[in-house]
């Protein structure tokens, strides 16, 4: 039986590594579409099944983890008979470098985590992070990708939802249980509302309630940082979304006290200049992006 092409093994071996399309399609500077044709194609060549879908994640199947084990180390030795053959030349020709904007690290975490799992796994992509508040405070002179948390239009770039953000009142969990006991919409009368904004969130989700309150104690922040920590030191009720405070809910420092979530009136969204979406590395960075913030099937 003829090999399939060197270079589908290649794809294969990055998408086993850092278990997705879109990151293996940063490293290879291609687009994730291109890489999906490689595997599809590498799985027709050898008539097996060499991943499956778990989640966000493409997970080995038994032929596959045994195809990988193979491909990197005849991989790995590739490498070594190159760098013999070029002796104290480093190879760098092929690593690119981006520069990823992102807001304060409070409430990206959902961001934070497999950026840098992909930081440590790639080979061949430097990813180097700076943080900006919002729009008008990213350096683009540095920056070749920025999320930005806030509302467009921005004028002279692209940009891209990367999640529609549902807002739920979130607080600690002393506010469940009292005389003080939060159990309907009418509780949030008895305690301090958590502001990053002027109010609008919370009057739109007061609104969709069925409910409304008077703010004169309510506590207004500029920076969801201190917004969420007042939260759980018990000053308050915040609206956050589940996925930005998915770890703090799952250790029990915040719980949901009201079922009710609406649509956020900010959300996160990936943009970029346009003259640096056309680097092929850029663009699939931009996929990778949008691929780790969609909802796991």
């Known amino acids: 039986m003829a090999l399939p092409p060197l270079h589908s093994f290649r794809v294969f071996e990055s998408v086993a590594r850092l278990g997705s399309l879109a990151a293996a399609a940063v490293e290879l500077h291609v687009t994730t579409g291109a890489v999906s044709q490689q595997v599809k194609a590498l799985q027709a060549s050898l008539g097996v099944e060499?991943?499956?879908?778990r989640g966000r994640q493409l997970v080995l199947t038994d032929s596959g983890r045994e195809l990988q084990k193979r491909v990197a180390s005849a991989m790995g030795e590739i490498t070594e008979a190159v760098q013999a053959l070029q002796a104290?030349?480093?190879?760098?020709e092929d690593r690119v470098d981006i520069c990823l904007s992102i807001p304060p690290a409070e409430g990206v975490e959902w961001l934070t985590r497999p950026l840098l799992r992909f930081m440590e796994e790639s080979r061949s992509v430097r990813v180097s992070v700076i943080t900006a508040p919002g729009?008008?405070?990213v350096d683009w002179r540095r920056a070749d990708v920025a999320v930005i948390y806030g509302t467009p239009p921005w004028p002279g770039v692209w940009?891209?939802?990367?999640?529609?953000?549902?807002?739920?009142p979130?607080?600690?969990?002393?506010y469940l249980r009292g005389p003080l006991a939060i159990v309907e919409a009418a509780d949030l009368a008895r305690h301090r509302l958590l502001h990053e904004d002027d109010g609008s969130q919370w009057q739109q989700w007061l609104a969709e309630a069925g409910y409304s309150r008077g703010g004169a104690e309510d506590i207004h922040f500029e920076d969801f940082g201190m917004v969420l920590q007042a939260a759980r030191d018990g000053f308050g009720v915040a609206l956050s979304d589940e996925t930005v405070s998915q770890r703090d809910l799952d250790e029990g420092r915040l719980v949901r006290p009201l079922p009710i979530s609406v649509a956020a009136v900010h959300n996160y969204y990936v943009v970029c200049p346009e003259a640096?979406?056309?680097?092929p590395e850029v663009r699939a960075?931009?996929?990778?992006l949008l691929s780790i913030s969609e909802p796991a099937q």
Request: glycine share 6%; aromatic share 12%; proline share 6%.
């Open 170 to 174: 979130v607080c600690s969990p002393q």
């Open 159 to 168: 940009w891209r939802l990367l999640h529609g953000i549902r807002m739920t």
């Open 135 to 137: 729009m008008p405070q």
């Open 50 to 53: 060499l991943f499956e879908k």
């Open 88 to 92: 104290g030349v480093r190879l760098e």
């Open 285 to 288: 960075f931009i996929e990778w």
């Open 276 to 279: 640096k979406r056309e680097r």
